[in-house]
């Protein structure tokens, strides 16, 4: 199975901050990444795929980077409704698998 | 607009069984694959099913899941179901159905989950 790694497992920031969450692929997985955002008792929302395009409706203020097995997730000035926990999936292979999910609380 | 409404969750005695659905609107549900997801309380996420657009003939599970879950779909009623066989207290979980992009192997819509809870 591929493991996925998110880092750090939760950060504390202040709006208008630039956050970035890293992602790190135990093998190699092109491109085939993908950014959830969740709140708290909410469902996920799909944010990112394929490493750096955004879904729609997505604002562009997220922005996603990285190929092979080396991803980031960027914030660039983060707002109150930002402030959640993150997961980065793969689907290069089954089983699709997840990191550990980074929460981002305010500071 | 898509909307993926789940249903069937519940308290289920250890070695029960439970049958999870997911009735699908807004798109053309035999056209898409699509998956189940499932968050245990306080914990992260976890891919628990998958099975293919068209007839679903094909169906993908990982290890956790795989010989006691079972997964399938009624094009007829745009509805997804998950059997949930030999259930064991760490299954305790939100179980959220996924549907996929078009020609990708990830997810665009989430539907907002059914809590299952296996417990004596």
């Known amino acids: 199975d591929i493991q996925m790694t998110q880092s750090p497992s939760s950060l504390s920031a202040s709006v208008g901050d630039r956050v970035t969450i890293t992602c790190r692929a135990s093998?190699?997985?092109?491109?085939?990444l993908a950014w959830f955002q969740q709140k708290p008792g909410k469902a996920p929302k799909s944010l990112i795929y394929?490493?750096?395009s955004l879904q729609s409706g997505v604002p562009s203020k997220f922005s996603g980077s990285g190929s092979g097995t080396d991803f980031t997730l960027t914030i660039s000035s983060l707002q109150p409704e930002d402030f959640a926990t993150y997961y980065c999936?793969?689907?290069?292979?089954?089983?699709?698998?997840f990191g550990q999910g980074t929460k981002v609380e305010i500071k | 607009e898509v909307q993926l409404v789940e249903s069937g969750g519940g308290l289920v005695q250890p070695g029960g069984s439970l049958r999870l659905s997911c009735a699908a609107s807004?798109?053309?549900?035999?056209?898409?694959?699509m998956n189940w997801v499932r968050q245990a309380p306080g914990k992260g996420l976890e891919w628990v099913s998958a099975?293919?657009?068209?007839?679903?003939?094909?169906?993908y599970y990982p290890d956790s899941v795989k010989g006691r879950f079972t997964m399938s779909r009624d094009n007829s009623k745009s509805t997804l179901y998950l059997q949930m066989n030999s259930l064991r207290a760490d299954d305790t979980a939100v179980y959220y159905c996924?549907?996929?992009?078009?020609?990708?192997?990830?997810?665009?819509?989430w539907g907002q989950g059914t809590l299952v809870t296996v417990s004596s």
């Open positions: 996924a549907k996929n992009m078009a020609a990708s192997g990830t997810w665009d819509y």
């Open positions: 807004g798109f053309s549900f035999i056209n898409y694959a």
């Open positions: 099975i293919s657009g068209g007839s679903g003939g094909d169906t």
């Open positions: 093998q190699g997985i092109s491109n085939n």
């Open positions: 394929a490493a750096s």
């Open positions: 999936q793969q689907y290069h292979g089954y089983p699709k698998t």
